[in-house]
């Protein structure tokens, strides 16, 4: 996978994978009779393509998939954030066929702002984006790393979880760190942000300062949890992502820039 080929592409998403197309290779018909005019506008600017049109498109060459996430990591922000982007929409676009207020056929409408419209009640939805926060909780030169009992890659990152109705994004930082592992934290600070289509997440990274108590694995949803030393780290979560971003700065100073 070169990174040039994202000058003059079409970019396709489907399932957490990604497919890129010269333009060329696609033809000319399908661009002109299975796009409607503003659908055909947003195509054009190679960020993506509905996904349940796939089989509809005629091919000059067979798609090559390659995972999103394995993409993570070996390209900058301004590269991935699109294929992001392009993930992101086909899977809300992918499960939202009907109006969930009456049922009837949901219509997908892209100009001036993408969004889905109920033919028989005008009802709208728009794309679904579910925040969750990221932390690094500090002890002195120690961070807090835990390892997730359900990521089948074994690795250690940040305590995270999502954001819940009525609360702020501090006070899910404090509630997930002390749901997770046991401890009270302070001096809750905002870092930097990630979009996170995995499937539809944006990441709002923190720090914090240990406050009081014993790492307890609470609710079970860590299978480890331990303050780390920059001399003694464990296996890391994968470059590119916030978790990374937020341990490298803190410990070596980088910058929280993807
Ligand atoms: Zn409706």
Redesign the pocket.
């Known amino acids: 996978m070169t990174f040039e080929i994202l000058q003059d592409s079409v970019i396709v998403a489907h399932k957490g994978s990604i497919a890129f197309f010269n333009q060329n290779l696609l033809t000319q018909d399908h661009i002109t009779q299975s796009e409607s005019k503003k659908t055909r506008r947003v195509f054009m600017q190679r960020f993506w393509l509905e996904v349940h049109d796939l089989d509809s498109i005629e091919l000059k060459v067979e798609p090559e998939w390659v995972s999103l996430r394995s993409l993570i990591g070996s390209l900058s922000g301004e590269q991935l954030y699109p294929l992001f982007k392009s993930a992101h929409i086909s899977y809300w676009l992918s499960k939202n066929h009907y109006?969930s207020?009456?049922?009837?056929t949901l219509r997908h409408e892209f100009e001036p702002v993408l969004k889905a419209v109920?033919v028989?009640?005008?009802?709208q939805a728009y794309p679904k984006i579910q925040p969750c926060i990221i932390v690094a909780v500090n002890r002195g030169d120690q961070i807090l790393l835990a390892k997730n009992a359900a990521n089948k890659r074994d690795f250690y990152s940040l305590i995270a979880g999502f954001v819940e109705p009525g609360e702020s994004l501090e006070q899910a930082v404090a509630r997930e760190v002390l749901e997770e592992t046991g401890l009270s934290i302070k001096q809750i600070e905002y870092l930097g942000s990630q979009p996170w289509p995995f499937p539809m997440n944006l990441m709002i990274g923190f720090k914090a300062e240990y406050a009081s108590g014993d790492i307890e694995l609470v609710d079970q949803e860590l299978s480890d949890a331990q303050f780390f030393s920059s001399d003694q780290l464990p296996t890391l979560a994968p470059e590119g992502s916030i978790a990374r971003r937020i341990i490298d700065h803190l410990l070596y100073g980088r910058s929280l820039e993807l």
Do not use: I, L, R
């Open positions: 109006c207020c009456c049922g009837h109920c028989a009640c005008s009802h």
